[in-house]
């Protein structure tokens, strides 16, 4: 004959359920996430380019003509990471850093887009001497937020006006 007797650890019958429930669910979420993860397509690290592709494909583009989509087609992503998208404040700041001396030496182009704050907008690529190309024949380059030698850095930076390059300008070269 059975116990009739309250159980004191209590019913722990109902408890181990949702413990199950929770390890189940929890394996599912874990499961969905490397899922996730491994069938994501890849970002693909940046390619070396030549100075002398990089030069090419700067003098592609042509203020005024160029529409800004078309600056991924010639080599020069804009959806990647390390590019960096300048707003109408940042522009001032980056063109004109402490007084407007340096503004009034800026391309008619540059000061008409600088001066209307609306549509006006820059990329800015910097690349970094790849490295390994020390030795090479061909000067390479990838993309770098920051580089360990200033003077091997090449700077390009494009003013986005109405959705066309309205200047461009490359340093470092």
């Not at 989509?69 to 063109?95: I, Q, S």
Request: hydrophobic letters at 45%.
């Amino acid at each position: 004959m059975r116990d009739r007797r309250p159980n004191l650890r209590g019913n722990r019958g109902g408890i181990s359920k949702k413990i199950g429930l929770w390890c189940v669910g929890a394996f599912v979420l874990l499961a969905l996430l490397a899922a996730n993860l491994y069938l994501r397509p890849g970002q693909a690290a940046p390619e070396d380019v030549s100075l002398e592709a990089l030069k090419g494909a700067y003098a592609r583009v042509m203020p005024g003509e160029t529409p800004a989509p078309e600056l991924t087609k010639l080599g020069f992503d804009t959806g990647n990471g390390g590019v960096r998208c300048l707003t109408y404040l940042a522009l001032m700041e980056y063109f004109a850093p402490r007084d407007s001396a340096g503004f009034d030496d800026l391309d008619p182009a540059a000061q008409k887009c600088l001066n209307t704050p609306e549509g006006c907008s820059a990329y800015v690529f910097r690349l970094a001497r790849a490295s390994g190309s020390e030795h090479q024949a061909a000067f390479g380059f990838v993309n770098a937020a920051e580089a360990a030698n200033p003077g091997a850095v090449v700077e390009v930076v494009f003013l986005v006006q109405d959705g066309r390059v309205a200047y461009k300008a490359m340093t470092g070269v």
